[in-house]
């Protein structure tokens, strides 16, 4: 069987300190030309006059193929060349070396409302998007009703999609993209930004997609979706391909190599987290401790004290911390949403502390992330990975969880048990 995409030794460099202009006329090209040659003279003459340029390697070397039918996940960290790599096979920038070979329609969806005009309305941007990814115009006219259904926006089809609240514009953007029927989805981190109820109706989309014989390729930095969609999985690191194959021996990995342990009692910069949302409050710092030990145990309490930065005065529904076992399922989430009522932040610096009574979770370490969000679908910040929680035995040792053999820890929760979100003590502490 031929594969859907073949990917061999493909190669992306970036120079940088120059500025793409989008034209190749004669002008520019021969001003860039004349610019770099009198560059190499100064060089020759003057060797510490101009330091030379510098060139960043976004993708090196990278092959794999996936057959059709298959779901690949691409994991890594920002900058790690993900999203260069769906440019290149949406054919929206050329690789520098290497060869890629696709084989049928390709739909893509890489950022939030590409395609979109904000002046139109919904119903023109369908036709307008429709038209960009290579639909006809009586296709987007047959599809239309299941377009505007799937997307949930029938009572602002008439409305300027500059009016639309970010989860609006991807549920729109990704009906678009979905009934596009191609051969080849590729979707990067955009479902991020919907609500769980729109998440779990793309994932299933993707499902059928590719139970027709179809492929998909997801970016996610989310590893519930990657272990619960994806057949194999690529784990990129600065441009390389550092993992490929089984989806939880790589997650298992990827986690592995992106995770630091949270020392109890230190104050932790979360600025530079790996994140999404639309930042208008962030979380930038957080403080863990226990209120009898110097190490979290297996029934003990912990207490985490979060600082959030906002632009402006919100008010936020939920405000979670979550606990994750390594291959990626949700162990522990303590959500204000439960204590029904909301949060007024404000402007500038505040702190919020969360107490935990009884963790209940077996000796080991855990991902630790956090959410600020205001219902329906807006998210302000979404970290994922904030680093790892250690666990120790009600004697204070370290004890090594028991792995099977796909290297997962064996856990004493089921899954009626992970859905159900625990009870916290949260309040809001003075500035």
């Not at 949930?152 to 514009?169: A, I």
Request: contains cysteine; proline residues 3%.
């Amino acid at each position: 069987m031929k594969s859907a995409i073949r990917i061999d030794n493909v190669t992306k460099c970036y120079r940088l300190g120059r500025q793409a202009t989008g034209r190749d006329n004669l002008s520019e090209n021969l001003s860039a030309t004349l610019r770099d040659s009198w560059r190499k003279v100064r060089r020759l003459l003057e060797p510490t006059a101009i330091t030379p340029e510098e060139s960043f390697w976004a993708l090196k070397d990278v092959s794999f193929e996936v057959a059709p039918g298959e779901v690949v996940g691409i994991v890594g960290k920002n900058g790690a060349g993900k999203s260069t790599l769906l440019k290149i096979l949406s054919r929206i920038t050329e690789p520098t070396s290497g060869q890629i070979d696709l084989r049928g329609r390709l739909g893509s969806l890489l950022e939030v409302g590409t395609g979109f005009h904000p002046e139109l309305s919904g119903r023109e941007n369908i036709y307008l998007n429709g038209s960009i990814l290579g639909m006809s115009r009586a296709e987007i006219r047959r599809k239309f009703d299941a377009i505007v259904a799937f997307s949930e926006t029938e009572q602002f089809l008439d409305t300027p999609v500059k009016r639309y609240s970010s989860g609006m514009y991807v549920r729109l953007a990704f009906a678009v993209a979905a009934h596009l029927d191609p051969e080849i989805l590729i979707v990067d981190e955009v479902l991020a930004v919907g609500d769980a109820a729109f998440q779990k109706k793309c994932l299933d989309k993707m499902r059928s997609v590719a139970q027709d014989g179809r492929t998909v390729l997801v970016v996610s930095h989310q590893t519930d979706v990657i272990l619960r969609l994806c057949h194999r999985v690529v784990h990129l690191e600065q441009g390389r391909v550092l993992g490929l194959g089984d989806p939880k021996s790589v997650m298992a990995n990827y986690l592995k190599e992106s995770n630091r342990t949270i020392p109890l009692g230190e104050r932790i910069n979360l600025t530079t987290a790996d994140r999404t949302g639309t930042g208008e409050l962030r979380f930038t710092a957080m403080t863990c401790q226990t209120s009898s030990m110097n190490w979290v145990t297996t029934h003990g309490d912990i207490t985490i004290d979060l600082e959030i930065v906002a632009q402006e005065d919100r008010t936020v529904d939920s405000i979670a911390i979550s606990l994750y076992h390594t291959s990626g399922i949700r162990l522990v989430h303590a959500d204000t949403i439960n204590l029904c009522r909301s949060w007024n932040i404000r402007k500038g610096y505040n702190s919020l502390q969360f107490h935990i009574n009884n963790l209940h979770l077996n000796p080991g370490q855990y991902q630790l992330g956090m959410h600020l969000s205001r219902r329906p679908h807006t998210v302000f910040d979404k970290i994922l990975n904030a680093g790892m929680i250690v666990v120790a035995g009600t004697g204070g040792e370290h004890i090594k969880p028991q792995a099977n053999n796909d290297g997962v820890v064996a856990c004493d929760y089921s899954i009626n048990e992970i859905e159900q979100p625990i009870i916290v003590q949260a309040e809001m502490l003075p500035t």
